[in-house]
Each structure stands twice: as structure tokens, then as C-alpha cells.
């Protein structure tokens, strides 16, 4: 009997070799697995299963983790505002860990002797999965054909033409990664540090030039309603994209620091994650106080970090996810968006926690709460040590 191995697999150029290297090459039995994180539709899916039948493996399975992912990740990301380099919405970091801890597990249910992915040797993947099954599954070794034989996307592409695959190789030219919290795009305009990605690299293509007002729903810092619709929170996200996408918004291109200590470029589309983010911010500059926004943006930006580094497992982040939700408690209302090609705005909101109110008075206009006076006496007080200062230190 052959080894069996579990390939992650997304239907791409890297795990189609694998696929294929796996069974020719290495004579294993290889069972393949998709980890849905609600970027694919049924139909979708089901397209990605006949391509792996096609290349020859035992069996293909389609693993749901859209719902997990929500509650145990992507709503502490709203909650924390997390965007990296304040431009990335981590659309593909985070998710990377719900599939290797699906995959992992699905390997330990299987009885498989190895796990392999398709990742190169020169991007964060390999550390993220890495991480998770040498920490979860140190008995099951791991194989990475991409990373061992340093393969270009030619190579694999011979490589495949050889096995008679056929595909549409120019579309393969780019990588494409979805889930429900975006879509990131990888091409050669990506490897340099001037050229923007094609229009047609991207996913959505503009089909509306209009615009619209939408309003999302906010309760306890979840999004749950979208329009006055209840839908539950992977829903409002759902829809959201689906609407957005139409008008192209959501592009951008991310320049940071990866895992192994290089800078890296990727473009990406997330429409959802970017509008629920920036429309929850505005919420919470309502609603929390200046220390509270102060230490949430602190935490956030780690939180976000120690997340994209694959550090998902280290116990702190538990730690931290506990005060993000915490903070939570007032952030409930309505945000209204005005969508737009290639843009939206925030409009405003409405909450019954919303600390501008009038009637402590209006922010340039009328005091309510205080007089002139106690503003004279406050702002003599306040002024105290940098007027001792500059006393002391007259020459300055």
C-alpha cells in the first residue's frame, strides 16, 4: 500500500504540480483537501474537486471554515482595526492558519504519513503552515516540492504540459488567493517596485458607475445587519463584497516585511473587510474614550503583526483578544456609506453610546457643562509644568 499524503490544495499552478509530483514522482497516495474560508461558491468548488480528479488524485474533500474563522479571528480584527502598515486588511495571513489547522486534522482523521503545500520558499506561507503542523502534528513530516526544487512558475507550468494538463496558462501567470476576508493578487508586476497590477489581474471587474448609500449595523462591534437586514455577521460580510466589488473598490498593493526578514509586494481586492473596517473605526470614535482608542490601537497593530508572522497558537493572543472584546461593549449602531467607483466614504452615524452629544455642547459652538472661567483655571493648571519649563530653562 502507498503512503498517503494530504496536499492542501487550492486548484492553482503551485498545487496542481503538487498534485501531480506527489503521485508520479513520490508514489504516494495522495488525498487532496480545499479549506473554504468563504471565497469560493459551490460552484466554484465543485470545479476545483473535477480539477483534482483530474490530476490524478485518490480522493478530494472540501473543508468549511468560513463560520470558524468569523468567531475566532476575523471579528478580533475588526475589533482591533487591523491593517498592516495601515493598507493591508491580513485577508490572506490570517486565513493561511484556519486551513493548516484544517488540514492538520484532517491529516491526523486520514491516517496520513505526510502533509504537503504548495508554497515557495521566498514568501510567509511556508513559515504559517510550517508552524502549525510542527506544533500540532510533529509525527506527520512535511513535503514542499515548490520550495525544495526552487521552481519557477515556467518550470511548473512545462511540468504540468508534459502530464497533458491543459488550463488557460496566461491566467495562471497570477496567483490568486480567496477568502472571504479579500483576495490577494501575485504577478510579475508584484516581484518589482513600480508597476501596478493590470486591470484584468484583478478578480472584480467595474460594473457600476453610479453610487449608492449603504448602511451597516454594528452590535457590540460585530457587523449583523446590512440595510436594516438582519443577516448575521459572515453574511453582512458576504454581501457587502458582492455589492462593493461591482464598483471595483477595495484595489490596492501592500509593501511590508515578511516572516523570513524580506520585503515583500502584493496586490490585493477586499472590499468588505476594508468598508467594515474603516466603518466600524468610525463607530468607535463615538463611542470609546481617547485612552480606550489609544491602547486598542496599540494592541491592534500587534495583534495584527504577531498574526501575520503565523503566531495564531502563541497563548498571548488570547490574552489580547479578551481586551479587544472587552472594549466592545458600547460599540453598537449604524454606520451610512456612500459607495463609489474604485472608492467609498464614510457618511456618519447613529448610536445610543455616541459621545458627541449636545448636551455637553457642541465642539466649536456652545458650552454646556462648564464656564470661561473654569476653562481659564483648567488651562492655567494644565499649562503648570512646561510654564515651570520654560522658567528654569529661560535660554530655550
Given at each position: 500500500m502507498k503512503d498517503k499524503v494530504v496536499l492542501a490544495f487550492s486548484g492553482g499552478l503551485d498545487t496542481s504540480y503538487c498534485a501531480i509530483y506527489l503521485n508520479k514522482e513520490l508514489n504516494l497516495e495522495v488525498y487532496s483537501a480545499i479549506v473554504n474560508t468563504g471565497g469560493f461558491s459551490e460552484e466554484e468548488l465543485q470545479a476545483i474537486e473535477n480539477k483534482a480528479y483530474s490530476l490524478g488524485v485518490s480522493k478530494h474533500v472540501s473543508l468549511d471554515q468560513t463560520q470558524y474563522y468569523y468567531d475566532k479571528c476575523?471579528?478580533?480584527?475588526?475589533?482591533?482595526?487591523?491593517?498592516?502598515?495601515?493598507?493591508y486588511p491580513l485577508s490572506?495571513?490570517?486565513?493561511?492558519?484556519?486551513?493548516?489547522?484544517a488540514i492538520v486534522q484532517y491529516a491526523k482523521e486520514v491516517g496520513a504519513k505526510y502533509i504537503a503545500h504548495g508554497s515557495t520558499g521566498a514568501g510567509n506561507d511556508q513559515v504559517r503552515f510550517d508552524l502549525v503542523f510542527q506544533i500540532l502534528a510533529p509525527e506527520i513530516q512535511i513535503i514542499t516540492p515548490i520550495r525544495d526544487k526552487?521552481?519557477?512558475?515556467?518550470?511548473?507550468?512545462?511540468y504540468l504540459q508534459s502530464h497533458g494538463v491543459v488550463a488557460n496558462w496566461e491566467k495562471a501567470k497570477y496567483s490568486i488567493n480567496q477568502g472571504i476576508w479579500g483576495t490577494s493578487v501575485g504577478g510579475k508586476e508584484t516581484l518589482t517596485s513600480h508597476l501596478p497590477l493590470p486591470e484584468e489581474a484583478y478578480p472584480s471587474q467595474l460594473k457600476r458607475t453610479d453610487s449608492q448609500e449603504i448602511e451597516i449595523t454594528f452590535e457590540k462591534g460585530e457587523p449583523v445587519a446590512l440595510n436594516g437586514k438582519l443577516l448575521g455577521s459572515v453574511a453582512v460580510i458576504q454581501e457587502l463584497a458582492k455589492t462593493a466589488s461591482e464598483y471595483a473598490i477595495g484595489r490596492d498593493i501592500h509593501i511590508g516585511d515578511t516572516i523570513i526578514g524580506i520585503k515583500g509586494r502584493v496586490g490585493f481586492e477586499a472590499p468588505a473587510s476594508l468598508i467594515t473596517i474603516k466603518a466600524h473605526h468610525a463607530l468607535e470614535k463615538h463611542t470609546l474614550t481617547k485612552w480606550q482608542m489609544y491602547w486598542k490601537e496599540q494592541l491592534g497593530n500587534w495583534y495584527g503583526m504577531l498574526l501575520h508572522e503565523g503566531q495564531y497558537l502563541e497563548p498571548v493572543m488570547r490574552n489580547v483578544e479578551t481586551f479587544l472584546e472587552d472594549t466592545q461593549k458600547n460599540v453598537s449602531g449604524k454606520v451610512k456609506v456612500k459607495l463609489m467607483p474604485y472608492r467609498f466614504e464614510i457618511q456618519g452615524i447613529e448610536s445610543p453610546h455616541d459621545l458627541m452629544s449636545a448636551k455637553f455642547g457642541s465642539y466649536g459652538e456652545m458650552n454646556n457643562a462648564w464656564t470661561g472661567e473654569d476653562v481659564k483655571g483648567f488651562t492655567?493648571?494644565?499649562?503648570?509644568?512646561?510654564?515651570?519649563?520654560?522658567q528654569v530653562n529661560n535660554s530655550q
Open positions: 476575523i471579528r478580533y480584527m475588526i475589533f482591533g482595526n487591523v491593517l498592516r502598515n495601515n493598507t490572506v495571513s490570517a486565513e493561511r492558519m484556519f486551513q493548516a489547522l526552487k521552481l519557477s512558475r515556467e518550470e511548473e507550468i512545462a492655567k493648571i494644565i499649562g503648570n509644568q512646561m510654564k515651570i519649563y520654560y
